[in-house]
């Protein structure tokens, strides 16, 4: 009982990174039909960012304590992400708009590859510890299970984020503007949108979520590197397509409940397999659900607007 | 009479098609304007290349005194000019308010900053924007329907709805392409109370139809398209008796 409640907590830790992540995925699916496979070096590059951000800030001012730190890490890696995001979209996807779908995609496997080139130039192929400026040191609230302060925060902000952000799409000016984009820009544009605008701004926020994610992994994992935002980004590809890509609510059951399943999936592997399998075989967990979902389920959970639109 | 719209020459072809020829044509403010013609005459092409969906290949539009620039459409809505679709453009999967929002998008400002931290100009800009869109709805009859998704419109209402949309943008020009396509007696009836409040509220109006009779009675004055070239531009009444026109919508043979 005590695996179980543990391995749901861990579960629901790991599933709102990936939901965050996700949304990014989905979002620049829904107005673009792009899938973005530089996504996740976006979130590579917000982490390392960050921790270049909070070296200095350990060195120039030792004594602003470990929060100010953090909060000064996010404030350059997510501005600085959130650039990148747009620069990727006005240089590489923007022009290809009108070519035919495999081109923006085979685009973005490329940027994918030029942005943990970049890193690796800048920062090298090291693993760097990433510094835990929330502890790490686990909590224990019922007898046998533990969660450390640095997940809790990671929740409590991602479902602020994710609230914040279901609030910006459905209830403001701009969210009205981005589902009208997502649903025809040139109409959207006949009726004043600019869509250019709303479409980089959705890269904006994305890349901006993703930063914060990863800076959410390198914390919670104690380290971060170049190739560190494959892994995440393709997992929060397959949580946004079990979820439904397009669908902002898909891509947030679709992270928690890939996060769950990986979770639980690894707290009981050993035991279903008679020791054949071990918890570092998580991994295909995610992966098999990709399969399954794409053979039974095209449409993910909630996607329902793919055939809709057919 | 003030000008407010003035096409100088323009041209616009795709591939070996010429579908528009060196049309020049001048639209007064406060009048309803009606552009006819037999189908593939150019007249959709025109409004195209008017709202900005287009480039002209030559020519250019003067509106409001000053040239409305080309390929930009957000920016044509911007200095006024609204248009409707001949097969309906709604956004399907909002409802028939947020439809209208989305219309008075450029008469609004909240950005991303202002809306994250909610400032209180945001909030009160929302609530102006909610009622001028009740309000329209109002305007042109669906108010009952304003949280209903528009796809699930009657065809009527769609209609009726992106009147609405485009009203939200503040036009001063309203370019109505074929409004009456596939409408009753009754709903043609409506439409055409609906143009002249319109007309009567201000805006000047651009009518594309192919119902003649509600062209001719309803128009001020009305412009003749075919094959691309505008043929005649008067008063519905001259415009009815020119052999031109009834060569290009009854053949030759009937004019000789």
Not at chain 1, 223 to 250: C, D, Q, W, Y
Not at chain 2, 6 to 35: M, R, W
Request: proline letters at 3%; glycine letters at 10%.
């Amino acid at each position: 009982m005590e695996t179980l409640l543990q391995q749901i907590i861990n579960g629901l830790v790991v599933g709102s990174m990936y939901a965050l992540v996700a949304l990014g995925y989905t979002m620049v699916y829904g107005i673009l039909g792009l899938i973005n496979f530089a996504h996740g070096d976006i979130l590579m590059i917000g982490a390392l960012v960050a921790l270049q951000a909070i070296t200095f800030a350990q060195h120039t001012w030792p004594h602003l304590g470990a929060l100010p730190t953090l909060a000064f890490g996010l404030v350059v890696a997510v501005p600085v992400s959130m650039l990148m995001g747009y620069v990727i979209e006005r240089a590489a996807y923007r022009r290809l708009r009108n070519a035919p779908r495999l081109a923006p995609l085979i685009t973005a496997i490329g940027v994918s590859f030029l942005l943990q080139t970049i890193a690796m130039i800048v920062w090298g192929r090291n693993y760097y510890s990433f510094p835990q400026l929330i502890s790490t040191t686990p909590l224990q609230p019922v007898k046998g299970v533990y969660i450390a302060p640095v997940q809790i925060v990671i929740l409590i902000v991602s479902a602020v984020l994710m609230a914040a952000l279901i609030v910006l799409v459905n209830k403001t000016r701009i969210g009205r503007a981005m589902r009208a984009t997502a649903e025809n820009h040139r109409i959207a544009s006949l009726m004043g949108v600019d869509a250019n605008a709303i479409i980089s701004l959705t890269f904006v926020i994305g890349s901006g979520l993703a930063a914060i994610a990863g800076v959410m992994i390198a914390s919670n994992y104690g380290i971060a590197h170049s190739t560190m935002g494959t892994l995440p980004g393709l997992k929060a590809f397959t949580a946004a397509v079990l979820g439904g890509i397009g669908n902002l609510g898909g891509a947030m059951l679709g992270g928690i409940l890939l996060g769950l399943v990986e979770s639980i999936g690894a707290g009981y592997i050993e035991q279903f397999s008679f020791g054949f399998f071990n918890s570092s075989y998580q991994d295909i967990f995610a992966f098999v659900i990709l399969g399954v979902v794409l053979v039974f389920r095209p449409t993910g959970l909630l996607g329902e607007r793919v055939a809709d639109r057919a | 009479m003030i000008k407010l719209l003035e096409a100088q020459g323009i041209c616009k072809h795709f591939g070996g098609l010429q579908a528009l020829t060196d049309v020049s044509l001048s639209i007064n403010k406060g009048e309803i304007y009606g552009l006819i013609g037999p189908n593939g005459a150019g007249k959709t092409t025109f409004f195209n290349v008017l709202s900005g969906a287009y480039t002209p290949d030559a020519g250019e539009f003067v509106f409001a005194g000053s040239q409305l620039p080309y390929g930009e459409a957000h920016k044509i809505v911007e200095r006024g000019i609204a248009r409707t679709f001949q097969n309906i453009r709604l956004f399907r999967e909002l409802t028939a308010l947020e439809n209208v929002m989305v219309g008075h998008h450029t008469r609004s400002h909240a950005g991303l900053f202002g809306i994250l931290f909610q400032r209180k100009q945001v909030r009160e800009e929302e609530r102006l924007v909610t009622e001028r869109a009740y309000e329209l709805l109002k305007y042109v009859g669906i108010e009952r329907f304003a949280n209903t998704v528009s796809k699930n419109l009657s065809y009527g209402d769609q209609r009726r709805l992106e009147i609405a949309r485009a009203l939200a943008t503040e036009p001063q020009l309203l370019a109505l392409d074929e409004p009456a396509a596939g409408m009753n007696a009754t709903e043609t009836t409506h439409l055409r109370s609906l143009i002249e409040t319109i007309r009567h509220d201000g805006v000047t109006v651009l009518l594309i139809e192919h119902d003649v009779k509600l062209v001719m009675g309803l128009c001020d004055r009305v412009a003749v398209l075919d094959f691309g070239k505008k043929l005649v531009e008067d008063v519905p009444a001259v415009v009815q008796r020119s052999a031109a026109v009834i060569e290009a919508y009854l053949g030759g043979a009937h004019a000789a």
